[in-house]
């Protein structure tokens, strides 16, 4: 479908070209001669923000008003007297806000003549007084304030609200925000296209950035442009091996289908789901066996923001569950995970922005990590360059291994269907059988990766998920 949406962030977003407010704020404060580590600000600006809704009425003020309370709060916080240089920090944050979002609006004014518009934004009540303060509504069709609707970002019912109201699907829109978890991970977790708005180079990797990126929001015109010449931010099919058995955790006394095993308190098969929905995935395809009749009622009745269909079959490998997916896959390039790989958010982004490469017939990308922790890996050798060299055992001792993720083009299936008339041959099979007819295998190289097979990699996949939690 065409691009009939563009939904866009606030603070940070329409009124600075992606500088959060924790950072204009610190800067404001140094520029009236108080010098504040983050360490010591951070912290009490997101205080400040967590008490500002439910201590101060904003409904109707407007972005002066706001500015104001907040450095209320900051001042006490940070120790410092009431009223000290308050002007001054309010007019130097008032007076960049008013000079980005003057400029913006005229860039609304232009995407207006071809796009519906709105806003979704974590704020305090009065973003849609804000926005008729400065000329924008005239060009928006909706506006979502979390405070108003009870529902923040990242969860993706705040932005199915604002598609309801525009009477748009998901794959018709695309957001635009500075916050990479918050907005670009959450949009795509919505079903939505994104685009990220990064005024630095500090952040996340860029292997981990959206397709599109920004530094200004001059520069959107165009991306949209090229948004709507490609077709979509990544690959928008993708499919779920989910008909294992689970036998080791079965053994270990887990009753539950290995799919809908928690990890952190989220099923193993939403969190490979909701992944690759962030990677830009619009139609994910789901093999389950026969046995786990659970897994299919609990994909169907979830909203996950993308088309979710589920076969039931039970298949004697990860190979043959592949192939039974080649009529919903076939096509087209697609991404492939199994139900059991554990992987951080941005991962699956960084992971997605690399497959988007892939062009040539005879060209696969497989996921790597150098993070080992499986009983029996498939174990890959590269080049410094990412190129495939080796495979299987001849690989061993390499320090890297496969991590459950990949990119095929649609023809993997020719080949995939020889390898599958040798008995007992596996998805490592069809890997192996790639790289020895010559196919151009390249790796991407993830941060970690947890194969959770045993109740132990249970524990890993949840350090390894709090040590990601504790670096954002």
């Keep these: 479908m065409g691009l009939k949406a563009v939904l866009f962030d606030f603070g940070g977003t329409l009124d600075a070209d992606g500088i959060h407010w924790v950072d204009r704020f610190r800067d404001a404060y140094a520029s009236a001669g108080f010098s504040f580590s983050a360490e010591r600000f951070n912290p009490v600006f997101f205080e400040a923000d967590r008490r500002l809704p439910l201590e101060h009425d904003m409904r109707g003020r407007s972005l002066r008003d706001l500015i104001g309370v907040k450095v209320d709060l900051l001042h ?61 509504s005239s060009y928006l069709q909706v506006i979502v304030d979390s405070f108003l609707v009870k529902v923040s970002k990242p969860d993706p019912r705040i932005f199915h609200l604002a598609l309801e109201k525009l009477g748009v699907s998901a794959d018709e829109a695309v957001f635009v925000g500075d916050n990479f978890e918050r907005d670009i991970l959450a ?18 990797s860029s292997s981990s950035k959206p397709v599109q990126t920004i530094r200004s929001l001059t520069e959107l015109e165009n991306a949209l442009g090229g948004l709507e010449t490609s077709g979509d931010l990544g690959l928008s099919r993708a499919g779920i091996l989910a008909a294992g058995e689970g036998s080791r955790l079965r ?98 982004v960084g992971f997605a922005q690399a497959a988007s490469r892939i062009e040539r017939a ?8 150098t993070f080992v922790d499986d009983e029996n890996p498939l174990w890959l050798r590269s080049s410094p360059s990412g190129e495939v060299l080796a495979l299987g055992p001849v690989a061993k001792g390499s320090g890297c291994v ?14 995939a269907e020889a390898v599958a008339k040798k008995p007992g041959a596996r998805l490592r099979d069809l890997l192996i059988g790639l790289h020895q007819r010559g196919w151009q295998l390249q790796a991407h190289i993830v941060q970690k990766a947890v194969d959770v097979d045993r109740p132990e990699d249970i524990r890993a996949a949840e350090a390894l998920l709090g040590e990601l939690e504790g670096a954002s």
């Design 402 to 415: 496969t991590s459950g993720l990949y990119a095929f083009p649609p023809d993997v299936f020719q080949v």
């Design 76 to 136: 006490e916080g940070l120790g410092i007297g009431k009223g000290v240089q308050k002007a001054q920090i309010v007019e130097l944050f008032y007076g960049r806000s008013k000079e980005a979002l003057e400029r913006n609006r005229h860039i609304l004014d232009r995407l207006s003549q071809r796009y519906l518009l709105g806003v979704v934004s974590n704020f305090c009540g009065n973003v849609d007084e804000v926005c008729r303060e400065f000329g924008l």
């Design 362 to 369: 005879n060209e696969a990308l497989l996921g790597a990590t």
């Design 187 to 204: 949009a795509r977790s919505a079903g939505l296209g994104a685009i990220w708005l990064h005024a630095s180079d500090e952040g996340p």
């Design 251 to 348: 053994d270990a006394g887990f009753e539950t289908p290995k799919p809908l095993v928690e990890v952190a308190g989220v099923p193993l098969i939403e969190r490979t789901l909701r992944g690759l929905i962030q990677a830009g995935a619009r139609e994910v395809f789901c093999i389950v066996n026969e046995e786990a009749s659970q897994v299919e009622r609990f994909l169907l009745r979830g909203d996950f923001g993308a088309r979710v269909e589920v076969l039931v079959k039970t298949t004697p490998s990860s190979l043959a569950s592949l192939l039974a997916l080649k009529d919903r896959l076939s096509g087209q390039r697609f991404l492939l995970a199994t139900a059991d790989t554990v992987l951080g958010p941005e991962d699956w």
